[in-house]
């Protein structure tokens, strides 16, 4: 059984005033789109725990988006979701904050995964889904 272990303290090293004025949570979507297990990050078996950042423009578009502690491949995926996901106009110039947990769990099949998504308040999505299993030729 694999246990998933995230500790989160570099927050903790900031001052009070910058995490207040350049840090913001998920009240700046309009609209959310998470990641969830593509049938490549599936097939790699690929887990983690993604730390990101969405650094908005001052029109409240990403201007760039740092995703950390996960494999190149739900990089990607979690990056192209946050840049086509919509931002409210009151968090121009701030950094956004949340977290990606992906866990494979249950029977490995061939077939369709059985992806579900859950919201751990205040910033985390624990995305799960089952294993694949490998395709032989």
Same mark, same amino acid.
């Given at each position: 059984m694999r246990v998933l272990c995230l500790i989160v303290v570099i927050s903790n090293f900031l001052p009070v005033s910058v995490r207040a004025a350049d840090h913001e949570g998920l009240e700046c979507f309009a609209r959310l789109?998470?990641?969830?297990?593509? *049938?490549?990050?599936? /097939?790699? =078996?690929?887990?983690?725990?993604?730390? +990101?950042? *969405?650094?908005?423009? /001052?029109? =409240?578009?990403p201007e760039?988006?740092? +995703?950390?502690?996960?494999?190149?491949?739900?990089?990607?995926e979690?990056?192209?979701?946050?840049?086509?996901?919509?931002?409210?106009?009151?968090?121009?110039e701030k950094v956004v904050r949340l977290r990606f947990l992906f866990k494979l769990e249950g029977k490995a099949t061939t077939g369709?995964?059985?992806?579900?998504?859950?919201?751990?308040?205040p910033d985390t999505f624990l995305i799960v889904t089952n294993p694949m299993d490998p395709i032989i030729d």
């Amino acid at each position: 059984m694999r246990v998933l272990c995230l500790i989160v303290v570099i927050s903790n090293f900031l001052p009070v005033s910058v995490r207040a004025a350049d840090h913001e949570g998920l009240e700046c979507f309009a609209r959310l789109d998470i990641p969830l297990y593509t *049938v490549f990050s599936r /097939s790699a =078996g690929l887990e983690g725990a993604a730390q +990101v950042a *969405v650094h908005l423009d /001052s029109g =409240g578009k990403p201007e760039k988006i740092n +995703v950390d502690g996960v494999h190149n491949i739900l990089r990607r995926e979690i990056s192209e979701k946050l840049y086509g996901s919509t931002y409210r106009p009151e968090c121009a110039e701030k950094v956004v904050r949340l977290r990606f947990l992906f866990k494979l769990e249950g029977k490995a099949t061939t077939g369709c995964s059985r992806n579900r998504a859950s919201f751990l308040p205040p910033d985390t999505f624990l995305i799960v889904t089952n294993p694949m299993d490998p395709i032989i030729d």
